[in-house]
């Protein structure tokens, strides 16, 4: 789930720092943080996206585990329960 999302922002830290120290522009320190942005949004993005797959997947597993809960017949056993 947080493998990907890591990776997109250890690269936005990567393409910043390399836009900011290489480019050799006057607004480079813009250009590295607006590189890291979109890295880090992408990484956002793709978090919520598996995020929401682990949650669909629970989902289904929860609904396969009701469908096999056993039903108890209390009234086969009620003579036992009113024992004292």
């Given at each position: 789930m947080f493998?990907?999302?890591?990776?997109?922002v250890?690269?936005?830290?990567?393409?910043?720092?390399?836009?900011?120290?290489?480019s050799g522009m006057e607004n480079a320190m813009a250009?590295?943080?607006?590189?890291?942005a979109i890295c880090s949004v992408i990484g956002l993005v793709v978090l919520i996206v598996n995020a929401a797959k682990i949650?669909?997947?629970k989902k289904k597993t929860s609904a396969a585990a009701q469908?096999?809960?056993?039903?108890?017949e209390w009234?086969?056993?009620q003579h036992?329960?009113?024992e004292e």
């Open positions: 493998n990907t999302p890591i990776v997109c250890i690269l936005g830290l990567i393409i910043g720092a390399g836009c900011y120290f290489f250009l590295a943080v607006g590189a890291f949650a669909s997947k469908q096999f809960t056993p039903v108890i009234r086969a056993v036992f329960l009113n």
